[in-house]
């Protein structure tokens, strides 16, 4: 019943935001199998990023770049518009990253819708950001954010900034996957100044009798392992504006889409596995210890999906 509460709450309120039909249904197989995660190559960009790297685990790339004087950036987004294919970009990384400034920049210039999932978190449960975790309990802010992710993976044509703590829940990747994910990744002397973030109760005991210097310091190393699943990261710099921030961004979104041709067929991962097998009734839902799912369910899965469907019953011959 709580959890069909949230919901009908999320669908209320993202009513008042004009989502169209199709948010609604969670259950749509292509938060599954998820829309493809690049577009066909670019042309080559005006500069050359400063150096990239490829950065284990989720071969994403990491970008430290300068905006070059002159160079026009609406033409940028408007490149960049055309070859993400009407893909959603995902905004992963702490709070005090400036995701949300970000995101609302890159939406303006690509013609998209921009949602933070912070502001929809907080109309829900009627308690600021900052304080809901400590004031609603892990389990049942945990519970709202998904829900709310549920509803918004649904768009197309959007920049969504997610809350701190939705990259560490890792079937919230399965719908970060339906787009392109952008890691912004600010150390912690940028964050300072918001102040120390509340961590999950799995990550507090590592930082008890810490300075807050060093707490915070801790927290986001402890974060980056999930953080850097995202397909891009970018570094955020203290004293960076905005649209420096945003044109880094752009740069490395189109350098992506540029290395990483569409796939022709789809694929599985771990955590869409995961959700298809629940959904199939092949597994029961998974304990919070459950072990990830093996490279060999992952590779038959993949198999049966990419496998032509049998052929139909013969008819039976007629009866004489």
Known sequence: ????????????????????????????????????????????????????????????QQWSMQASEGQNGQDLYKDLKIRLKSSTIWLVGMDGSRKDLVGDFLARKLG?????????????????????????????????????????????????STGSCAPLDIENWAKFRTGIVVFLDAPANVLRSD????????????LLDLPDKERLELLVAQRFSMYSQADVIVP????????????????ALRQHILDNPAPTTPTLGEAHIKAVSRELGL???????????????????????????????PHPPPSP
């Not at 102040?195 to 590592?206: D, H, R």
């Not at 004293?239 to 044109?247: I, K, M, P, S, V």
């Not at 369910?297 to 990419?306: G, P």
């Open 283 to 313: 597994t029961a839902p998974p304990a919070e210890t459950e072990p990830a799912a093996t490279p060999e369910q992952i590779e038959q899965l993949n198999k049966m999906l990419q496998a032509p469907p049998p052929p139909p019953p």
């Open 1 to 60: 019943a709580t959890m069909r509460t949230i919901l009908c709450l999320t669908a209320a309120l993202l009513l008042q935001l004009e989502v169209p039909a199709a948010a609604f249904n969670s259950a749509s197989w292509h938060q599954f199998v998820g829309l493809s995660r690049s577009a066909p190559a670019l042309a080559a960009s005006r500069r050359a990023p400063a150096f990239a790297t490829t950065c284990a685990p989720g071969k994403a």
């Open 195 to 206: 102040g120390l973030q509340t961590p999950l109760e799995s990550e507090a005991a590592a």
């Open 112 to 160: 998209y819708r921009f949602i933070d999932t912070n502001v929809i978190i907080e109309q829900l449960a009627k308690v600021p950001i900052g304080s809901a975790l400590p004031t609603l309990g892990e389990i049942f802010f945990v519970k709202i954010e998904r829900a709310v992710l549920d509803q918004v993976q649904a768009y197309v044509r959007a920049v969504i």
């Open 236 to 251: 955020v710099e203290a004293g960076q504006d905005t649209e420096a921030l945003a044109e880094a961004v752009g740069l």
